[in-house]
């Protein structure tokens, strides 16, 4: 079970920290990322982390957003700094054991957080 927190609504150039809490398994053995989807468009992969501690952000948040684990709370985190009104959307935790999935393969879907972000 994947349980999301931390949206709001801020104005542009804010931070933001999303939190994921895993419940089951140990985070470290799945590879987690975080997906966004706005209002008629397509959901997007924001960040992304393997079980070995890879780390990969899409380039649309580059230098802005950065995706970190704490294994011992079994906890996914996304920092997003530099917030921009683009980025607002519902914002997914997902998971899938071992194996990085191509796309948004991940078998296992938090509920998700809303982000708005105002001008």
């Known amino acids: 079970q994947l349980v999301e927190s931390g949206g709001g609504s801020v104005q542009a150039g804010w931070s933001l920290r999303l939190s994921c809490a895993a419940a089951?398994?140990?985070?470290?053995?799945?590879?987690m990322a975080w997906f966004r989807q706005a209002p008629g468009k397509e959901r997007e992969r924001v960040a992304r982390?393997?079980?070995?501690?890879?780390?990969s952000v899409a380039d649309s948040v580059k230098g802005r957003f950065s995706i970190s684990r704490d294994n011992a709370r079994n906890t996914l985190y996304l920092q997003m700094n530099s917030l921009e009104p683009e980025d607002s959307g519902m914002y997914y935790c997902?998971?899938?054991?071992?194996?990085?999935?191509?796309?948004?393969?991940?078998?296992?879907w938090g509920q998700g957080t809303q982000v708005t972000v105002s001008s």
């Open positions: 089951g398994d140990t985070a470290s053995t799945y590879c």
């Open positions: 997902a998971a899938e054991r071992l194996v990085c999935p191509v796309g948004n393969g991940f078998r296992f």
């Open positions: 982390i393997s079980s070995s501690a890879y780390t």
